[in-house]
Every structure is written in structure tokens, then in C-alpha cells.
């Protein structure tokens, strides 16, 4: 088991990797997965499933908007509280905001943006920081928009995640010789609610069938087929594992081999 006997603080729960990282974090062994999300139904959800597993890791919920430090504060205090320390952290919370370009984009929208995806994920990173020891994990949530530019026109949640993946450098070099370890891991499409939803909509609205829709992306993919969302989160997961113990600093590319650096 990856995570056998691990506290994990996941963020960002939602109906897509969001909640399974929290699932496959407690089929994985941990002992305690602590989900965090804007809306408490969200969460009610993620604690169903994972009881449904019939494993022993103990969920803890809490309602948390990143963008608010005392949130962030009192999400990473109430894991300590719970279970002593956290081990790992899993920031998966997100806005995506429009789908734009950088030469036409109204950039006051970015603000948003940038506010969750970088300063957000930071303020919940360093509030978690001090109940952490050695051994302990971050791992960022990111995109392949940081490593290929899309045709969709993603400027605003690329820059923003950009950003992300630079402080990981600055904190995996802070954070080491506290033996904490910090990573990233970049997402490409995910098979899963979200973008299922989104090309059954495109299907609807342009007539093409949903099939054909999936193939055409999964043609730019050297896997052939589109990453379950379970599958990147087995990818991310692995990052905050003991099994990843010598790395940091580091950027995962789960995305099929859409992308190669």
C-alpha cells in the first residue's frame, strides 16, 4: 500500500480527480484522509465512497475556500489535531476561470485565477507546513497548458499554474533540509465527469459522435486512449509516497505521453 498508515490533507474535492484522490489516498491505506472543498455536499460525497470501500482510513471533512488564510489555518490545525501531524498534501483545488488568450484576455479575470491557483495553494501550503515533519509530501496539482500551449485557449489558468510549478523549485530547496518534499505532477485530459460532460456537450453541439470525439484526442496521445482521472491519481498519489522518498524538486508528466519534455 502507497500511503499505509499516512495522513492526507486533499483539497479541491469535486467530481473529478479531486475526490479520487481522496479514494484511491484511502484505498491506498491511509489512516486518515482529510477532504477539504468549497461546498460541504462535496464532501459528503467523498466520505460515502470511501466508506464504501470498506477500508479503515478515517475520514475528516472540512469546508475551506484556499483563497481565505484563517480557512487554510484551520483545515491544516484540525488534521493535526485529529491524527497528531499531516504527512502528506495533495493541493488539487483549482479555478479555472475563462478560456482565453493571453493577447486578448480581459486580465483583471486573471486575478481570480491567480489568486486560487498560486496564492491560494501557497496560503493552504504554508498554513500545513509546521504540523509536517520529516518524511513529509506536498504534491501540486498541475497542467500540460504549463508544458504545450492548447488550441482551446487556456492563457490565464496556464500562466497561473506556471507560477505553481516555479515556487515548487522554491520550496522543495526551503523545505529539504526539513525533510519535506515538494513536487508537481502535470494533468493532461482525464477521463472522468468533468471532461466527459464536456464532450457529451460538444457531441450535442456539433453533432459529432461521442466516440469519434474521444478518439481524435486520444490520436495525439502515444498510450491511445485518455488517462482515467484514477489513473493520474495513482500518479500523484505516488508522489507523496515513501516510494518517491529521494524525490523533490520534481515535475510528473501523467498524461499519457501527450507531452515529453
Known sequence: MLLKDKVVIVSGIGPGLGVKLAIEAAREGARGVVVAARSADKLDDAEARIKALGVKAEVVKQVCDITQRAQCDALAAVAAQRFGKVDALVNSAFYHGEMDHASTADLDGWREVLETNLLGTLRLTQATIPHMGKGGAIVMINTMAVRKV????????????????????????????????????????????????????????????????????????????????????KAALFMVSDYAAAVTGAALDANGGAYMP
Open 150 to 233: 492548447p488550441p482551446l485557449g487556456e492563457a490565464g489558468y496556464a500562466a497561473s499554474k506556471a507560477a505553481l510549478a516555479n515556487s515548487v523549485k522554491w520550496l522543495a530547496k526551503e523545505l529539504g533540509p526539513k525533510g519535506i518534499r515538494v513536487n508537481s505532477v502535470h494533468m493532461g485530459w482525464m477521463w472522468g465527469a468533468p471532461v466527459q460532460g464536456y464532450m457529451e456537450w460538444q457531441s450535442k453541439e456539433h453533432g459529432i459522435p461521442l466516440e469519434k470525439l474521444k478518439a481524435q484526442v486520444a490520436a495525439d496521445i502515444p498510450l491511445g486512449e485518455i488517462p482515467t482521472d484514477d489513473d493520474c491519481a
